[in-house]
């Protein structure tokens, strides 16, 4: 059963406008969320986190919103850039101090020049 | 900087073959993390170490070993490469909540 679900595979967006990625979680034991990119054959990338104690971090370009009582976070991306395209993965992890990240299978975004 | 390699990047092997994907980490942290993804499918944790002589085996089940001799290295072998070994292996290390990642080795067995 998956603990971290995004629901949308694929999203396309024309430059300029603002992306939305979603992210919906089950497991009420998660404290603290991140985003990451990813391009194919290379690693993730860390971009922004979250911890439950917060409903907003904000980096830049980049902010993700945290609601507890939906579980469900979303990454906004304003102005989004054709360098922004890329797969964004969810991830979450419970504290006590393990780390662990529970992965989402990410979503595709693509940004039209 | 996150400075954590992997090697090879890329590796194509026959069936059967020993191969080892060697991980290293220059940030000091004591958690290390082997993931496997698939295309179009989330990355799944398959081994974890929370310092020297500490390896764990993670939520998906895989036939490969680890070690964590030194703080810094974190080896993945598989002792029988097998085609359904196909994926992408990632390392990542952590000294706090998230990760950071290596570049990952896209392993192949034909």
């Known amino acids: 059963d998956q603990q971290v679900k995004q629901n949308s595979p694929s999203l396309s967006v024309q430059e300029g406008r603002i992306s939305i990625l979603n992210c919906d979680y089950t497991n009420s034991m998660f404290d603290y969320f991140l985003w990451y990119k990813k391009y194919p054959a290379e690693g993730p990338t860390f971009l922004i986190s979250i911890s439950s104690i917060k409903d907003k971090n904000e980096d830049g370009r980049f902010t993700v919103f945290l609601n507890k009582s939906a579980k469900h976070l979303s990454l906004h991306i304003v102005p989004s850039q054709p360098g922004d395209s890329a797969v964004y993965f969810c991830?979450?992890?419970?504290?006590?101090?393990?780390?662990?990240?529970?992965f989402g299978k990410g979503t595709k975004l693509s940004v039209i020049p | 900087e996150a400075d954590i390699y992997q090697t090879p990047r890329y590796l194509v092997i026959g069936t059967g073959k020993k191969i080892t994907l060697e991980c290293s980490q220059t940030m000091g942290h004591d958690k290390m993390y082997w993931y496997q993804q698939d295309p179009g499918m989330e990355l799944h944790l398959i081994h974890y170490s929370y310092g020297v002589n500490s390896t764990e085996k993670g939520d998906l089940s895989s036939e490969s070993t680890v070690s964590r001799i030194r703080t810094e290295h974190f080896p993945l072998t598989l002792e029988s490469a097998r085609p359904s070994h196909t994926s992408q292996y990632l390392c990542a290390s952590s000294g706090s909540p998230g990760a950071f990642f290596g570049q990952g080795t896209r392993l192949t067995v034909v």
């Open positions: 991830a979450a992890s419970s504290g006590a101090g393990s780390y662990q990240l529970t």
